[in-house]
């Protein structure tokens, strides 16, 4: 399917934004190219006597409504500081309860005009497909097949993607069923292997127990309990501006995971191939793994050190 750059987006676009208006501006730009017939906004207030934050909220206020094409616009502005993860909550709340589907988009995650058409042909085509969690517009590297995507057992990357109500309807902010669920052998099956059973069950207990997260946790979690796949493009349509500075989870800019994986080149498509079936291929799921998650590092040394903290009990 070639793309018709000349169409407006018809799938609604959500853009999570805070006190970054240089950044926010540059995905307001790309989002703009895309001309989206329809936009939600959602920003949190200013953190409580931090006047730099009032300056740079008022500036993020001024980008996002300065919309110049034909389009409907919704805006939720907090009208206290809820923090980010509860403000990303709240804004998908508020999303999912007007629409079906959403081309997401937070701040740092700076798109090419082809992310937004690749989003809403997925999201079109596989919209009654349960087998389907998300629609990523990240790839970390690797290549899989002649089409222009392939399937992965791993959730797509935050910060520029898509859903589907449907998936949001079985989201857990707070996991309360994961206690449960972690007894079940069934789910131990739902993990391809050890390494990601491994990598993983920590980090839910770790969230339930002390929380601290908005999607990445919850979107793993809900992935592996109802066994669904993921779609990543087969080339890099996103790049993340925001490890510098400023975010929740940026990054020393001089650290190996900051050259790895911010500002990486985008690169725009101009034809969809779509896959003949919607499976996942482990041998190459297993290298998409230990790059996306690993970041290229050992599986083996990763199991011995599980090995050791188990056998001295930490």
Known sequence: MKIDFTK???APVLFMVFNRP??????????????????????????????????NCAKVKAIVENVDWLCETHYLYHPENRGCTLAGKMAWDWFFSQEEEMIFLEDDGLPTKSFFYFMQEMLTRYRDDNRIAYVGGVNYGLQNGKASYFF?????????MGTWRRVYDLYEYKMESFPATA?????????????????YMPQFWNYVKHGGNTYDIQ???LSYKYGMFSIAPNVNMVSNIGLDGGANNCVDVNSAQYKRLANRPRFDIGEIVHTEYVAVDEQFDRKWFDVRVLHGGSRMKFLVKEFVKRLIGR
């Not at 001309?35 to 009032?54: F, I, N, Q, T």
């Not at 992965?152 to 520029?160: C, D, K, N, Q, R």
């Open 219 to 221: 979107m793993i979690y």
């Open 183 to 199: 007894k079940d052998p069934a789910f131990r099956k739902q993990f391809p292997d050890l390494t990601s059973y491994l990598m």
């Open 8 to 10: 407006p987006i018809e």
């Open 152 to 160: 992965s057992h791993l959730p797509a990357a935050t910060y520029a």
């Open 22 to 55: 240089e950044k926010t501006e540059q995905v307001f730009n790309a989002i703009r190219s895309a001309r989206p017939k329809k936009l939600y906004v959602a920003m949190d207030h200013p953190r409580a006597g931090r006047s730099d934050d009032e300056d």
